[in-house]
């Protein structure tokens, strides 16, 4: 709620920008040719500060004529008087900057508050150009040193950066954890987990019809286990993604996802087992000199088109594993069919190089893990879900089309087919994306 200083601050801005429209007429900033040659002396940039500062001065005493009326002239109703000036501030590329600060008293001896002065303490992207550099890598001690574009400027120390940081990346946790996901058209959805300092967090990627990713939201945990899992699914339902809709879901086969969204979507869920987590899996049971025979006809199989002659080749290597190592025969039993649903569908072979494995959500944890990486003492609270929540929508800015985006409409095809009766609905992508 609202107090009562705030709205007639937002009241005075108000009628500062009103009065700016109604009022076309021109500032005009004055320099002397002294002062101009003692500012480039120190670069064009000293010269367009030092004419900032004095431009904010003048829109400020047109403020005040605009309320008062001229200097020296009798007025039968003003609402106050001009009271002088007394030392204040402004805000610049987040830094706060001295600037003598024009007053204006009312009748009943109070100050006015001017819309100008206000304006200029006003700077709406300070949060996410801080939040920005800090993904960067800038620290808190060095911010500062950085970013000081005015001798005499503060507000930018170490203890204020590390508040306002706090502020920004909550904003980013809600902006992350709120935003609605009904007007979504998903394709294919990839939920894995990171963990770092004893914790679990399991993350939903969705994959668009148009090939664009999106982080559907991230839930907190001790393992990566079907509660956390089924708990993160329950939450992108509420938020408007339909289980029920039949997709394609890329899993690195932990059973916890699994099972989470098998009992969440049902037989709409078309689930695809990660290849190479399947072939690492079968892999660390073969001492080394039996690796690099195995992986090769491994790749070989998955990299074949069909689903029938890749599931024999498969079937083959089952059989030679089970000879020479039935351990590493059972891993590769364990979901086989699973790895092979892009067969299945045939999925075109440039979008499957993005659905046969967990990469495109790897990629993105890789970057969080590295974000959080410069964190040298986790507290409590939500500092962890802000950090994880903050890596996760700066590498989200950063994502391009899935490979193979064109050949989108004709996955969607292949899912419908393959739905069970009662839950195939008509393709929304019913031609190749421009």
């Avoid at 004095?54 to 009326?69: A, I, K, P, S």
């Avoid at 954890?177 to 987990?193: F, S």
Wanted: hydrophobic fraction near 40%; aromatic fraction near 6%; include cysteine.
């Amino acid at each position: 709620m609202s107090k009562p200083y705030q709205i007639e601050s937002r009241r005075a801005m108000q009628r500062f920008e009103a009065s700016l429209r109604e009022n076309q007429e021109p500032v005009q900033l004055l320099l002397p040719s002294v002062e101009i040659a003692l500012a480039m002396k120190q670069g064009v940039g000293a010269l367009i500060r030092q004419a900032g500062l004095q431009l904010m001065q003048l829109v400020m005493q047109r403020d005040v004529e605009q309320m008062l009326g001229p200097r020296y002239q009798q007025a039968e109703s003003r609402p106050g008087w001009r009271w002088g000036k007394e030392k204040g501030w402004c805000r610049i590329d987040g830094q706060k900057v001295p600037l003598d600060r024009l007053r204006v008293r009312n009748v009943d001896g109070g100050d006015i508050p001017l819309g100008s002065y206000l304006s200029f303490q006003h700077d709406p992207q300070w949060h996410s150009r801080l939040w920005q550099d800090m993904m960067r890598g800038l620290s808190t001690r060095q911010y500062g040193p950085v970013v000081r574009r005015f001798a005499d400027a503060y507000g930018i120390e170490k203890s204020v950066v590390s508040e306002q940081f706090i502020e920004a990346s909550r904003q980013k946790l809600r902006e992350l954890i709120e935003r609605p996901l009904g007007n979504l058209k998903l394709c294919a959805v990839m939920i894995d987990g990171i963990s770092f300092d004893g914790e679990t967090f399991v993350v939903a990627l969705g994959i668009s019809q148009d090939g664009r990713k999106t982080v559907l939201g991230l839930r907190q945990g001790a393992t990566e286990n079907a509660t956390v899992v089924g708990e993160l699914c329950a939450d992108l339902e509420q938020r408007g993604v339909d289980f029920q809709e039949p997709r394609l879901y890329v899993l690195d086969g932990a059973k916890a996802l699994n099972v989470a969204v098998k009992k969440r979507a049902g037989e709409a869920a078309l689930l695809q087992r990660c290849q190479l987590h399947k072939r690492r899996n079968v892999l660390n049971h073969l001492p080394d000199q039996q690796q690099p025979f195995i992986e090769q006809k491994l790749i070989a199989a998955w990299n074949m088109t069909g689903y029938a002659e890749a599931r024999r080749a498969l079937d083959r290597i089952h059989e030679e594993l089970e000879r020479i190592n039935p351990s590493a025969a059972r891993s590769l039993a364990e979901g086989l069919e699973e790895t092979l649903t892009i067969h299945r569908l045939h999925v075109p072979a440039r979008l499957r190089l993005t659905l046969f494995s967990t990469n495109p959500i790897e990629s993105a944890l890789s970057v969080v893990e590295e974000k959080c990486g410069r964190v040298k003492k986790w507290q409590g609270g939500d500092m962890k879900l802000r950090w994880v929540a903050s890596g996760l929508l700066f590498v989200e800015g950063r994502f391009r089309r899935v490979k193979g985006y064109r050949e989108i409409p004709q996955l969607m095809a292949a899912i419908q087919a393959a739905a069970p009766p009662g839950q195939s609905r008509p393709v929304a992508v019913a031609k190749k994306l421009g």
